[in-house]
């Protein structure tokens, strides 16, 4: 079982291109989230969602998109990469049948916009 | 919104005892999260209290306090590989994870 993988490990990518991150779980978890992780100001969620074909906004979610066409994939797209994105991303997925559940994170892609 | 403020660094020595403490401020809780994360790796889980007291697992311990705003992590026997980022996370009424900036903790041989 992988649990969670994420592609690519990192990229970088010129500013004003587009880019999705791949995220794939393979625990049938409900949800999953994105998040980004910046020296100093710890985790911050971007986009979730609690279920397929459902998504909903986080703390961060300007410049970023997301999809939930199955339970499986959620990837993460940066319409028009700008430096300040430069980050490690993270995505996670978490179990909400029957209450809170631990969330379970993937290796992180990190990403530098030029 | 959560507010959340841990420590930024710790340093102990192999075999001592670390308390990392953790105070929120939140507009709904559905419990509290400690996850450890080894530099460039992704963060791991390591415990979940949602009722006020101690939860032991092994050398790791997690305290939390409702009433007061407040958890620890409670490290003991430490190792070299305890050497990590330890992350306090709270969790919402709609279940989404708030988390602190994390605390890094060194051992020293």
């Known amino acids: 079982i992988a649990g969670i993988t994420q592609a690519p490990t990192s990229q970088i990518l010129a500013a004003g291109r587009r880019m999705t991150l791949r995220c794939t779980q393979d625990?049938?978890?409900?949800?999953m989230y994105w998040y980004r992780q910046d020296l100093g100001l710890g985790l911050r969620l971007i986009h979730y969602s609690n279920t397929a074909g459902t998504t909903g906004k986080g703390e961060v979610p300007d410049g970023y998109s997301v999809s939930r066409a199955n339970t499986d994939d959620f990837p993460l797209t940066l319409a028009s990469a700008v430096p300040s994105q430069t980050s490690v991303y993270f995505c996670a997925s978490s179990d909400l049948a029957g209450g809170p559940d631990t969330q379970y994170f993937g290796p992180g892609t990190r990403l530098t916009v030029l | 919104g959560q507010n959340i403020d841990q420590p930024t660094e710790m340093t102990a020595t192999e075999g001592a005892i670390v308390q990392i403490n953790c105070t929120y401020q939140?507009?709904?809780?559905?419990?509290l999260f400690w996850y450890q994360q080894h530099a460039g790796e992704a963060p791991t889980f390591l415990s979940y209290?949602?009722?006020?007291g101690l939860e032991e697992k092994g050398r790791f311990s997690s305290f939390l306090s409702r009433s007061k705003g407040y958890s620890y992590l409670l490290l003991k026997e430490l190792q070299m590989k305890d050497s990590a980022s330890y992350l306090c996370a709270v969790l919402s009424n709609d279940y989404k994870l708030s988390f602190g900036a994390g605390t890094t903790v060194t051992v020293r041989a």
């Open positions: 209290n949602v009722l006020d």
């Open positions: 625990m049938r978890h409900n949800a």
């Open positions: 939140t507009s709904g809780f559905n419990g």
